[in-house]
């Protein structure tokens, strides 16, 4: 079955970066769409970035200008980059695979992601 494995979570000063990684495996990274979902003690899930199979990318409002999606197909990695991090990013951070433009059918375990004030 299809595996997703997040990597690069931490605690971090606000204003500073992290960097997420994840790793596919058993599934051809080009072939799906992908992104990352968080979602914050309290709070509903939230979509954070896509990046879609025809190149499309796209950001939740909240992270735009800050946060950047990346894939590289021939690893099977999708990254992103987090920049001027704020206390409100703290939050469990997945990384997703799918089919639809939402990404959101294969589930990695998800990285905690704490952003002291």
């Known amino acids: 079955q299809v595996q997703l494995v997040e990597s690069g979570g931490g605690l971090v000063q606000a204003g500073g970066s992290l960097r997420l990684s994840c790793v596919a495996s058993?599934?051809?990274?080009?072939?799906?769409?992908m992104g990352w979902y968080r979602q914050a003690p309290g709070k509903q899930r939230e979509l954070v970035a896509t990046?879609?199979?025809?190149?499309?990318?796209d950001y939740a409002d909240s992270v735009k200008g800050r946060f950047t999606i990346s894939r590289d197909n021939a690893k099977n990695t999708v990254s992103l980059q987090m920049n001027s991090l704020k206390p409100e990013d703290t939050a469990v951070y997945y990384c997703?695979?799918?089919?639809?433009?939402?990404?959101?059918?294969?589930w990695g375990q998800g990285t905690q992601v704490t952003v002291s004030s």
């Open positions: 997703t695979a799918g089919w639809s433009r939402r990404a959101s059918d294969v």
């Open positions: 990046a879609i199979r025809d190149g499309t990318i």
């Open positions: 058993r599934i051809i990274l080009s072939s799906v769409n």
